[in-house]
Structures are given as structure tokens and as C-alpha cells.
């Protein structure tokens, strides 16, 4: 999957120097808009497309940054990054998702080897990154959709502020309470995308995988009737399961980002490990109409291609679909964590990949 053309994102100089644009973890289009996040902030921004003079899009700017701490309640607090791995867009909400990763220290260069031992041994717990949020949207002023804390009796609100995040869920699940204590580039739960169809969310996992298998978790959040701030998980099920696990055949890769298509879900894949590659798109076609825990085969899958990736750089994490207004097919527009030198420009911008694909 080449790219069919390159598109400059343009952030602020606030943004730029958080590195929010080395930092790329997620990204929806939401009409003119294109929402994105990275995972060194607590915040979600807004990007606006700007076009040619035949109307399609060839970068997107004029950002505008929203605080998370400013619409729900962070349980670190307003100043602890939320590692924000996922964006989804539906029903005029839009989500945005923790990794819910515990972390390993790094070993840095000028460590001694005393010092390197002892970084390895340590695992941190980050509170903000075991969110989800929900945000309602509005048509500003300018036209453009804007996130904002109540909007009649639709309210902003939050999953996971008292010990009922998604991995506090997975307690006494037989197959990922194990990696509940593992960090998250050790094979352990680590969250990386998220998808809105109709009142479900599907929350993809890049790790554990489970001998090839990945996981995506199935789940359908509401207000919760007590607090308006806070979220609640439905039943999906006569059986008052409040989450769904589908296990997935990617061939030994982790779910690195999700995109709704239809009733189809594109799988962004990826090493689970701390490793630069294989990378493909595959479309899980009829997705969103299962009702029950799923093994999803290889036969199930179709791989719409491989991305590239760097070493040490360019990983993607995050696709989009682009409908294009001329018609003439469906693209993905693919952001890039670590972006290797050549994407970033004179004036502060980094270059995303627009991508064809099959309909």
C-alpha cells in the first residue's frame, strides 16, 4: 500500500513543543475536521482540512486543542499525560480511550548498568491512562464541530475513575486477568484503538496476543444514572455480560488501530512487542452485526495490504477513512508515531500518507 499522496498536518507552536506531532496515536475524520492525539498529553486536537482547487484534501490546519480535564474529571488530575491511544466518532459523540497500559522504566543511554537494572525491575502505574471518555458534539460558531461539557441532557463523562475501568472489568477474565500486571511492551494490556457503531464501542488491543490470536473487546457504555461526569457499562447480552471478547487470526500482530466501514471494521496491525514491523490493513467485513463472543479466522479477514515502517521510526497508529468528494474511492489516511526526519517540515508540520484501498 503506497501512498497515493502525502498530506501536511500543521500544529501549533504550544503543540509542537509537547511534540504532540512526533507523538501521533490516533486519528478520526469528523466531516471538514480530522480529530488526532498524541499519547505524551491529555488533550484531544482539532485539525481543519484545507483543499485544492479540485477539492481534495492536501493538509489540514488551523488546530484547536481541547483539555480533557476541562470537560470530565481525570483521576491523576489535569497535568498527567493520558496516553490517549484511541479516537472514535458516532451518534454525535466523540471518544477518546487510554492505552490502560502499565509502563517499564527505560534504559537510557548515560545509565550505568546499576541504574539500567534497577529502571527494568520498575513498573509504573499512570491513573489517566486507564480512561475512557466521552464527549458530546456541538456545531460552533464557525461551523465545526466542537466537544463541550453538557449539551442539553447530553453530558461529557469518563470510565474509570473509581475502580471500574475497562481492565478493572477484566479482573476474572480467564484470558487477560494473567496480563493485568504485565506492562505494556512486555506483551501485557495495552489498549491502541476504538471504534463507535450504533451504542457499542470496540476497543482493539495491542497486546496480549494470545499464541497469534489478538483481541478485540466489545463493550456498550452509558451515563451512568447516578453521576452525569461518569460512565456505566450496559449488559450486551440476555446473560448480563458487560463486555465481549473476539479473538482475531492477524497472523501473529496486534491490533494497532481501528476504523469503522459500514458495518465492516478496518484493523490497523502491528507487533504487540516493541519491534518496527510487519504492518497491514485488514477489513473484518460484518463486524459490527456479531452478537456473541467470536474466534475471527484468517478466512475471515482480508488483507487489504501491508504498510511501510521504519527502523527505529515511522510506525503507524492510526487510520482514517477519506471519502473523497470527487468519488473516486475510498482512502485511509495513515499517521505515524515517531516519524522518521523526511516527515516533518521547515515550519512545524508532519506528513500523514493518504492510502487507497479497495471499496
Same mark, same amino acid.
Not at 187 to 212: C, F, K, M, S, T
Not at 225 to 242: C, E, F, Q, T
Not at 301 to 307: F, N, S, T
Given at each position: ?9 500543521? =500544529? ?49 490546519? +488551523? ?23 484511541? !479516537? ?48 458530546? /458534539? ?40 494473567? =496480563? ?12 491502541? $484503538? ?17 499464541? +497469534? ?12 444514572? +447516578? ?5 456505566? /457499562? ?12 473476539? =479473538? ?58 501491508? !504498510? ?9 497508529? $492510526? ?13 485511509? !489516511? ?24 479497495? +471499496?
Amino acid at each position: 500500500m503506497d501512498a497515493e499522496r502525502r498530506v501536511v498536518l500543521r =500544529f501549533a507552536e504550544e503543540s509542537r513543543e509537547a511534540e504532540t506531532h512526533t507523538n501521533l496515536s490516533a486519528v478520526r475524520q469528523d466531516g471538514r475536521c480530522l480529530w488526532v492525539a498524541g499519547d505524551e498529553t491529555a488533550t484531544v486536537e482539532r485539525l481543519t482540512a484545507v483543499h485544492d482547487a479540485d477539492g481534495r484534501v492536501t493538509g489540514y490546519a +488551523g488546530q484547536r486543542t481541547v483539555a480533557l480535564a476541562d470537560l470530565v474529571p481525570l483521576p491523576a488530575g489535569p497535568d498527567e499525560e493520558a496516553d490517549i491511544e484511541g !479516537l472514535a466518532r458516532g451518534n454525535g459523540w466523540l471518544w477518546a480511550i487510554g492505552s490502560h497500559s502499565l509502563k517499564r522504566k527505560r534504559i537510557k543511554p548515560e545509565h550505568s548498568g546499576a541504574k539500567s537494572r534497577r529502571r527494568l525491575a520498575k513498573v509504573v502505574r499512570e491513573d489517566n491512562r486507564f480512561i475512557l471518555a466521552r464527549l458530546p /458534539l456541538v456545531t460552533g460558531d464557525d461551523g465545526l464541530p466542537e466537544p463541550v461539557r453538557e449539551d442539553g441532557d447530553r453530558t461529557a463523562a469518563v470510565l474509570g475513575l473509581n475502580k471500574d475501568s475497562i481492565t478493572d472489568l477484566l479482573g476474572d477474565d480467564p484470558h487477560l486477568a494473567p =496480563f493485568l500486571a504485565i506492562p505494556s511492551k512486555d506483551n501485557g494490556i495495552d489498549i491502541e $484503538g476504538v471504534a463507535a457503531h450504533g451504542d457499542r464501542l470496540y476497543v482493539g488491543l495491542r497486546g496480549p496476543v494470545l499464541r +497469534g490470536w489478538a483481541v478485540l473487546i466489545e463493550i456498550r457504555p452509558d451515563t451512568d444514572p +447516578g453521576d452525569p461526569s461518569r460512565l456505566r /457499562l450496559l449488559p450486551l447480552s440476555d446473560d448480563g455480560a458487560l463486555y465481549h471478547t473476539h =479473538f482475531m487470526d492477524l497472523g501473529g500482530l496486534g491490533i494497532r488501530d481501528l476504523c469503522p466501514h459500514g458495518d465492516d471494521l478496518l484493523v490497523l496491525t502491528g507487533p504487540s512487542m516493541d519491534l518496527d514491523g510487519p504492518v497491514r490493513v485488514v477489513r473484518w467485513r460484518g463486524a459490527v452485526t456479531a452478537d456473541a463472543p467470536e474466534i475471527v479466522t484468517s478466512d475471515d479477514l482480508e488483507v487489504l495490504g501491508d !504498510l511501510p515502517y521504519g527502523d527505529g521510526d515511522d510506525h503507524a497508529e $492510526g487510520i482514517a477513512v477519506l471519502e473523497e468528494s470527487d468519488g473516486s474511492g475510498l482512502r485511509l !489516511l495513515v499517521v505515524y508515531d515517531s516519524p522518521a526526519p523526511g516527515r516533518l517540515t521547515e515550519d512545524g508540520g508532519v506528513i500523514a500518507d493518504v492510502v487507497r484501498i479497495g +471499496g
